[in-house]
């Protein structure tokens, strides 16, 4: 029954495929020689197996699993660098028809605050965002036909590209909503979006139809398949993720890894991203009912065998993590965090002390853009805002197969310093341009090409000048 090039969503998450992987884990967990023989196939770059990364994952041996921490940190080195691409949720409607038991957007919560930004209101929160140095955004909404329909996030689309407020400006809309037909898609290209997320939630099919017990999210094919029809819509890159702590999570991380072997198989092009959410409090929600959270030991082990099981896909954490756990897993390969973060819908315009309580969950760092841009920097970090690939053409296999070969650090190590340097001439407090400053001027000296670091230099003299948007 198993077939990653199969369209058919039991098929290519095969449960019994999963059962018998866990299965193969579990008995060779202490197996060194084995162990040993995925880390030597690791360690050349190219992925691994659903089944060799769950061996990983699984591994009981002290030496070994340190040896699993190291591999990702150098992974995590040598394709994505020191850099973090920072990015901000903007949650446009809480208006949703399903019945998602961890989510307190359910359409049976009857006393959330409901809301829904008009254009003028996303306008103000896009100013907001930009005026704290934001350049990229993931736009949030719930599933609602009536309220939400696509011609609603398509003109928030449009507005939110048009809004040049200062020097302001976003430059990537990356999109989070529901799983949708292949002409939705189609729109959403047209429009110009980067990234479409879709979070499986739970790759269990069991389990995922209880935690979905109403409204269209309850079809657990139309949600599996939905990236098969995004990519037949042209959507080049698109991002995964599991709710850690529904399901086991021993399982998602096969079926994640399944999917991602499926995309390639099929559409010749992995995820672009995967996201890592942990289950968080919110207005009706209570993570302790669900019995499955893992804490943080888990969970640096869980990034770190992502990240050697496909090297080429970016990382996203989001505050959803504290600012310890964040400090504990960035470096086993997260390579985008979002910062200043607000999960309610109009969040950011509002004051807290009026917060109408309709945030979708607790965020745990609550600090200021300004804090997690010095806080990364004083860690060793580039806080990168650049988003230059997709505005240059470089999506789907384009994309990977400049990351397949490293020759994307050309790029990305160039962009991270003039998008860090216009962030210090626009928003930053003096102290952290201070810090920011004497880190671009030696990170400087990475830049391998001296043609490239001349040019890098005379641009970062035009942003002093004024001038913004240089790329590579
Ligand atoms: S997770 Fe999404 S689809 Fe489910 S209730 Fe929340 S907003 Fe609606
Ligand atoms: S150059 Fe491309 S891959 Fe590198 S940070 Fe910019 S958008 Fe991302």
């Known amino acids: 029954m198993y077939n990653p090039k199969s369209l058919k969503a039991e098929e290519f998450i095969s449960h019994q495929e999963i059962l018998d992987s866990l299965d193969y884990a579990d008995k060779h967990k202490n197996n060194a020689e ?51 691409v920072m990015f901000a949720p903007l949650y ?17 919560n009857k006393h959330i605050a409901r809301k829904k930004l008009t254009q003028e209101e996303i306008a103000k929160e896009v100013i907001a965002l930009q005026d704290m140095g934001h350049k990229r955004l993931a736009l949030e909404a719930g599933e609602d036909p009536v309220n939400n329909p696509i011609e609603y996030i398509l003109e928030s689309i449009k507005t939110i590209y048009g ?26 290209k047209e429009a110009g979006i980067g990234t479409y997320i879709l979070f499986q939630e739970t790759y269990h099919k069991e389990s995922y139809e209880k935690l979905h017990p109403k409204g269209p999210k309850h079809n657990y094919a139309y949600h599996t398949e939905a990236m098969d029809r995004a990519m037949e819509g042209g ?33 010749g092009v992995g995820p672009h991203t995967i996201s890592v959410p942990r289950i968080r409090r919110a207005d009706d929600i209570d993570p302790s009912v669900f019995d499955n959270g893992i804490d ?34 960035i470096h086993y390969g997260i390579s985008q965090i979002s910062g200043g973060s607000k999960t309610s819908v109009g969040g950011y315009v509002k004051p807290e002390e ?27 970090y580039i806080p990168s805002f650049c988003t230059a690939c997709y505005r240059e053409g470089r999506t789907g296999d384009r994309f990977m197969a400049l990351c397949k070969t490293k020759q994307i650090h050309n790029c990305c190590l ?6 860090l340097k216009e962030y210090l001439e626009d928003y930053a407090s003096p102290e952290t341009k201070k810090v920011g400053e004497a880190l671009i001027k030696a990170e400087l000296n990475n ?23 240089f790329r590579f």
């Open 163 to 188: 809004i040049k407020h200062k020097n302001g400006a976003i430059r990537r809309v990356n999109v989070n909503i529901a799983a949708t037909t292949v002409e939705n898609y189609r729109k959403l």
């Open 296 to 329: 943080d030991d888990i969970f640096a082990k869980l990034v770190a065998c992502i990240r050697i099981a496909v090297p080429y896909t970016g990382m996203i954490m989001s505050t959803r993590e504290s600012k310890a756990c964040r400090e504990k897993v």
């Open 447 to 469: 830049i391998p090409k001296e043609k490239v670091r001349n040019i890098v230099c005379e641009n970062l003299e035009e942003i002093e000048g004024g001038k913004r948007d």
């Open 414 to 419: 160039p962009n991270a310093l003039m998008t």
């Open 92 to 108: 446009l409607s809480n208006y949703c028809v399903n019945g998602c038991v961890y989510c307190p957007y359910h359409a049976k």
């Open 34 to 84: 084995l162990i040993d023989e995925v880390l030597k196939k690791a360690r050349e770059c190219k992925g691994l197996s659903h089944r060799e990364a769950l061996l990983l994952l699984d591994c009981d041996i002290p030496e070994k699993n340190e040896e699993i921490f190291a591999l990702a940190e150098q992974i995590k080195k040598d394709f994505y660098g020191n850099r973090i």
């Open 354 to 380: 009026e917060d109408d309580k309709s945030e979708q969950f607790e965020v745990s760092d609550t600090r200021t853009l300004d804090e997690v841009v010095k806080w990364l920097m004083e860690l060793g």
């Open 235 to 267: 959507i080049d890159d698109v991002g995964l993720g599991v709710l850690f702590g529904l399901e086991r999570y021993r399982y998602e991380f096969a079926g994640l890894l399944m999917h991602a072997e499926h995309l390639e198989a099929v559409h």
